[in-house]
């Protein structure tokens, strides 16, 4: 038995390293890339990968497919935003207001919404966005359509301003960081396995005890709180926000890290975004002179051949393929999945005695 416990903790050290291999790598990128342009890609794909991750809380793990996460990112945004122009409070306190807006805010009008299933909650989800957006356009409040500027000068980590990238690299990375990990947690809980039960059957879920409207609203307002979250961080870094931070276009830009890395995977949007972002700024950056639009013209395709061939994404096809085998076996040296089952119910046996 203490061979099985020995192999099984050998396999966990072996994955504990490659992570942190991979997590140093993207430490010292900014140590050797000094390129601008290069970093502000990888901003993008930790502020794009943080926003897919909350819509597939939502939408992957749930069920619920939502067409309005850029709504949420550009409430946080204006909601911080306004907080540190109006009412000059520290732009990390106006972080934590805005989130817990954008919570109240989708839970309220998400509430009822509910009784609606498949594409009825999707055009719900898209009219509230694009209501918002132009509540917003007709607000002197909120700057109209001219949007507003938040305020530069000296950097300052209380006043999180910078004039290069590299801190906002790392405010990126580890806001991609701490995001991965709260899904991860949610997935291995009770809430996530009623999530996912409600996902595949809702009647069923209802019948076996799962409350199924507790859950979802539960989904809504913590998805829509990442996506608040990244929108502080949008507006902080590009210091100026108008309502186009909002259109459909965008939520779907969300949306496309998810399926194309694997909507049933937590890790599906940051294997999507590490593809797709990149992708995408390469040929916005050779090609729309060319062609204006090639981007979405390229996300349109990606969407299109993954939904085709590849319905469960590259972590799908990697979950059944050599590859994984080869890396389980000669990399991470895992065990039988019995083997780890039984260890774990050896430890969970420890922990009630």
Same mark, same amino acid.
């Given at each position: 038995? $203490? +061979?099985?416990?020995?192999? @099984?903790?050998?396999?966990?050290?072996? @994955?504990?390293?490659?992570?942190?291999?991979?997590?140093?790598?993207?430490?010292?990128?900014?140590?050797?890339? /000094?390129?601008?342009?290069?970093?502000?890609?990888?901003?993008?794909?930790?502020?794009?990968?943080?926003?897919?991750?909350?819509?597939?809380?939502?939408?992957?793990?749930?069920?619920?497919? $939502?067409?309005?996460?850029?709504?949420?990112?550009?409430?946080?945004?204006?909601?911080?935003?306004?907080?540190?122009?109006?009412?000059?409070?520290?732009?990390? =306190?106006?972080? @934590?207001?805005?989130?817990?807006?954008?919570?109240?805010?989708?839970?309220?009008?998400?509430?009822?919404? *509910?009784?609606?299933?498949?594409?009825?909650?999707?055009?719900?989800?898209?009219?509230?966005?694009?209501? =918002?957006?132009?509540?917003?356009?007709?607000?002197?409040?909120?700057?109209?359509?001219?949007?507003?500027? !938040?305020? *530069?000068?000296? #950097? $300052?980590?209380?006043?999180?301003?910078?004039?290069?990238?590299?801190?906002?690299?790392?405010? &990126?990375?580890?806001?991609?960081?701490?995001?991965?990990?709260?899904? /991860?947690?949610?997935?291995?809980?009770?809430?996530?396995?009623?999530?996912?039960?409600?996902?595949?059957?809702?009647?069923?879920?209802?019948?076996?005890?799962?409350?199924?409207?507790?859950?979802?609203?539960?989904?809504?307002?913590?998805?829509?709180?990442?996506?608040?979250?990244?929108?502080?961080?949008?507006?902080?870094?590009?210091?100026?926000?108008?309502?186009?931070?909002?259109?459909?276009?965008?939520?779907?830009?969300?949306?496309?890290?998810?399926?194309?890395?694997?909507?049933? *995977?937590?890790?599906?949007?940051?294997? &999507?975004?590490?593809?797709?972002?990149? =992708?995408? +700024?390469?040929?916005?950056?050779?090609?729309?002179?060319?062609?204006?639009?090639?981007?979405? !013209?390229?996300?349109?395709?990606?969407?299109?051949?993954?939904?085709?061939?590849?319905?469960?994404?590259?972590?799908?096809?990697? #979950?059944?393929?050599?590859?994984?085998?080869?890396?389980?076996?000669?990399?991470?040296?895992?065990?039988?999945?019995?083997?780890?089952? +039984? @260890?774990?119910?050896?430890?969970?046996?420890?922990?009630?005695?």
């Amino acid at each position: 038995m $203490s +061979e099985k416990i020995k192999t @099984v903790r050998g396999y966990h050290r072996n @994955v504990t390293i490659v992570l942190g291999v991979i997590l140093a790598i993207f430490l010292l990128i900014p140590t050797f890339v /000094k390129n601008p342009y290069t970093l502000n890609v990888f901003i993008l794909i930790f502020y794009m990968s943080t926003l897919s991750m909350a819509w597939n809380l939502l939408g992957g793990m749930t069920g619920q497919n $939502s067409l309005g996460h850029a709504a949420y990112m550009g409430l946080g945004a204006y909601a911080a935003s306004m907080l540190i122009t109006k009412a000059h409070m520290n732009p990390w =306190l106006s972080a @934590v207001l805005g989130v817990i807006i954008v919570g109240l805010v989708a839970g309220v009008i998400f509430y009822p919404c *509910f009784i609606l299933k498949g594409p009825y909650f999707t055009l719900v989800s898209i009219a509230f966005g694009e209501a =918002l957006r132009q509540f917003i356009i007709n607000s002197s409040f909120f700057g109209r359509a001219s949007g507003i500027g !938040l305020p *530069f000068g000296r #950097d $300052s980590w209380l006043n999180f301003r910078f004039g290069s990238k590299e801190p906002y690299y790392y405010v &990126g990375l580890a806001m991609v960081l701490l995001v991965y990990l709260i899904m /991860k947690k949610i997935e291995r809980s009770r809430m996530g396995y009623a999530l996912r039960t409600i996902r595949e059957d809702e009647d069923a879920a209802a019948a076996i005890g799962i409350n199924p409207m507790k859950y979802k609203i539960m989904a809504v307002v913590v998805s829509a709180m990442v996506a608040g979250l990244v929108g502080f961080f949008y507006a902080s870094y590009i210091r100026y926000i108008d309502p186009e931070m909002m259109v459909q276009a965008k939520s779907t830009e969300s949306v496309l890290p998810a399926v194309v890395g694997g909507a049933a *995977f937590v890790e599906g949007p940051l294997v &999507g975004g590490l593809i797709m972002i990149p =992708l995408s +700024e390469f040929l916005r950056a050779k090609f729309s002179s060319i062609l204006p639009g090639i981007n979405m !013209l390229m996300y349109a395709i990606v969407l299109l051949v993954v939904i085709r061939f590849r319905p469960a994404g590259i972590l799908g096809w990697y #979950d059944h393929s050599k590859f994984k085998t080869f890396i389980d076996t000669k990399i991470l040296r895992k065990p039988p999945i019995e083997v780890i089952e +039984e @260890v774990e119910m050896m430890k969970q046996q420890g922990k009630e005695a």
